[in-house]
């Protein structure tokens, strides 16, 4: 008797038109068994030699799945034929080109620290890669090179003695040191010591102030220090900070001034010029002046700190300016991280230059004889225009 031909896993494998085979004599085994060979396939829908219907994902007639389709994939949400459903398809972002970088201004040779932005918090101790040792030998190296550049840096107020001093000191806030000098000849005048200024009328005093600015404050301010003189040191300026301190009007800038400049004692004076440029410069990125001070003082000898004071300030007020820095005519270019956030053209440079280095007279009526014998001019009195 013949056995009927079996249903392959895949029917369509077989030639079209060819015999049935026999199946060998013995146990009956299930042909369907073997796969089809994988270059014909029968595709999905069709019927197999059996004369069933194939479908993607369901079982023939051997018992077998086979593959689905791989052509169409079913939609994002919907279910596949195994009941699961399928992932939503995410959208890439869309590639956007990297901004081009733009090429760091050097300086005329090359600088010892790297140009980085100052970070949004305040932090103690060398900004950027720079370390501790580097930091310190720059900011010496600054210093030695501004001594060269202004070895007659003084003090620009006027005055002859620690009294004179410190009411000068107090009436240069929100002022120019040449607007001092032309307004205290006319005060001192009139109230030379403590004593006569504390016991002087308020109204006169305002009127000599005047042009200094917000002269109602500093009337108080001069009179009430005049007054705390007079009554708790004996009419004498106290040569100490924490006796300083105690004046009307008077802080630690003002106390170091006096300190530094009537007394001889060392302080760094911490003004506007001061913390402007130490920050140019990546010393330190403090923000509060007495932290300025610590910081500072710190990458110096005590010996330093009054001289050094009076090189940044003649250094800001006649090179390094808040708005436009005159880079491009800066002695000490190769050693700044800021080179460059001003005027790199020497010749546009020299036109930004301020006070003796442009030609022009300087802060004080009757300055030191070193000033005048290096070119310096004195500034001309109230009123002579």
Not at 99 to 121: E, F, G, I, Y
């Amino acid at each position: 008797m013949k056995e009927k031909p079996t249903a392959g896993a895949g029917g369509a494998g077989e030639d079209k038109g060819a015999p049935a085979k026999k199946a060998p004599a013995g146990p009956a085994k299930a042909t369907a068994a073997k796969k089809t060979p994988p270059e014909k396939k029968t595709p999905a829908g069709k019927k197999t030699a059996a004369g069933k219907k194939t479908a993607a994902g369901k079982k023939t007639a051997a018992g077998k799945k086979t593959a689905p389709a791989a052509k169409k994939s079913a939609p994002a949400g919907k279910k596949t034929a195994a009941g699961k459903k399928t992932a939503p398809a995410k959208k890439s972002a869309p590639v956007r080109k990297a901004p081009a970088a733009k090429k760091p201004l050097v300086a005329p040779k090359k600088a010892t620290a790297s140009v980085r932005a100052a970070p949004a918090k305040t932090v103690v101790g060398p900004a950027g890669d720079e370390s501790r040792t580097a930091l310190v030998r720059r900011a010496r190296r600054i210093n030695r090179e501004l001594a060269e550049v202004f070895p007659y840096a003084h003090p620009e107020l006027d005055f002859e003695n620690p009294f004179q001093l410190v009411v000068a000191t107090v009436l240069s806030a929100q002022t120019t040191d040449l607007r001092v000098n032309q307004t205290t000849p006319a005060l001192f005048a009139k109230y030379p010591t403590p004593e006569d200024l504390a016991a002087a009328n308020p109204e006169e005093v305002e009127e000599i102030l005047r042009p200094t600015g917000f002269f109602r404050a500093k009337t108080r301010s001069v009179m009430g220090l005049s007054k705390a003189l007079v009554e708790d040191f004996g009419g004498e300026v106290p040569g100490r900070l924490e006796d300083l301190v105690k004046l009307p009007g008077v802080g630690r800038k003002t106390a170091f001034v006096v300190l530094g400049n009537a007394f001889g004692r060392p302080g760094i004076t911490v003004d506007t010029h001061f913390q402007r440029l130490v920050r140019r410069w990546r010393w330190t990125e403090e923000t509060d002046p007495d932290k300025i001070e610590a910081a500072v003082g710190a990458l110096f000898p005590k010996s330093d700190w009054t001289d050094l004071s009076h090189h940044v300030i003649w250094h800001g007020r006649r090179i390094c300016h808040a708005r436009k820095p005159a880079c491009g005519a800066c002695p000490i270019a190769p050693l700044c991280p800021a080179y460059g956030e001003g005027e790199t053209d020497p010749e546009k440079a020299k036109k930004l230059l301020k006070y003796e280095k442009g030609g022009l007279p300087g802060q004080r009526l009757k300055p030191p004889q070193a000033y005048l014998d290096a070119g310096g001019r004195a500034a001309p009195p109230l009123g002579a225009g």
